[in-house]
């Protein structure tokens, strides 16, 4: 069974930075794509990284690029979310998923994937001054 913890939010100013860590259990990270999400409230839940199972596939939404890096730690099968100069807007509780076992584009999860029911906790981000 395919589980994750994601973890490293908080309130920040803006300006500010975070990692966010989405730690898997049960598969390895080197065996998946795997997609950062968020969902703000009111809004649809959106792609805002993916990343394919051997790393070199990578896709960032408009908002995030220049500004957020996922990358994974295979060591400690983890897959992290750097993100630098954090806006308001930016603020959104943040998921990490798994693609299918037969997914192999980042840019294909990140655009399909949102609109998945099966999330867990997440972790919320919160940029304001």
């Known amino acids: 069974q395919l589980q994750f913890v994601e973890s490293g939010g908080g309130l920040v100013q803006p300006g500010g930075s975070l990692r966010l860590s989405c730690a898997a259990s049960?598969?390895?990270?080197?065996?998946?794509?795997i997609g950062w999400f968020r969902q703000a409230p009111g809004k649809e839940r959106e792609g805002v990284s993916c990343?394919?199972?051997?790393?070199?596939?990578?896709k960032y939404s408009d908002s995030a690029k220049g500004r957020f890096t996922i990358f994974k730690d295979y060591a400690k099968n983890t897959v992290y979310l750097q993100m630098n100069n954090l806006k308001p807007e930016d603020t959104a509780a943040y998921f990490c998923a798994a693609g299918l076992p037969n997914e192999t584009s980042a840019h294909h999860m990140c655009r399909y994937y949102a609109s998945n029911e099966n999330w867990g906790q997440g972790t919320q981000v919160t940029v304001s001054s």
């Open positions: 049960g598969f390895p990270v080197g065996d998946y794509v």
């Open positions: 990343i394919s199972s051997h790393g070199r596939d990578i």
